[in-house]
């Protein structure tokens, strides 16, 4: 199953961008869906995730700043990012966790294991 996501690109710091993340899975309305991210040098850590209920779990860098949402009638993951900052610049990815239902969405990125390609984000003046 590949992950596909899009809305990556170049924003001045304060700015806003929105990614998705198509998710072509089946009885993907049960599946939990993070947002990760990789900077260059370092560990792709978790963003932000969401449960089949619609709980959702942020890192502590972003919240306040970031929401995510999910469109499950368009099997579509989003993540609406605003006040951007240099240090979210990074690789963007998203990823489904193959444990259907679970009640508390993980930011653990061994939980996931299936991953799109990434989009890049870059905040920069």
């Known amino acids: 199953v590949q992950l596909v996501e899009s809305g990556g690109g170049l924003v001045q710091p304060g700015g806003s961008l929105r990614l998705s993340c198509a998710a072509p899975?089946?009885?993907?309305?049960?599946?939990?869906m993070g947002w990760f991210r990789q900077a260059p040098g370092k560990e792709r850590e978790g963003v932000a995730s969401?449960?089949?209920?619609?709980?959702?779990r942020y890192a502590d860098s972003v919240k306040g700043r970031f929401t995510i949402s999910r469109d499950n009638d368009k099997n579509t993951l989003y993540l609406n990012m605003n006040s951007l900052k240099p240090e979210d610049t990074a690789m963007y990815y998203c990823?489904?966790?193959?444990?259907?239902?679970?009640?508390?969405?993980?930011?653990?990125?061994?939980?996931?294991?299936?991953w799109g390609q990434g989009t890049q984000v870059t905040v920069s003046s």
């Open positions: 990823a489904a966790d193959p444990i259907l239902d679970r009640l508390w969405p993980s930011l653990t990125r061994n939980e996931y294991n299936y």
């Open positions: 899975l089946y009885t993907y309305r049960r599946y939990s």
């Open positions: 969401i449960g089949s209920s619609g709980l959702t």
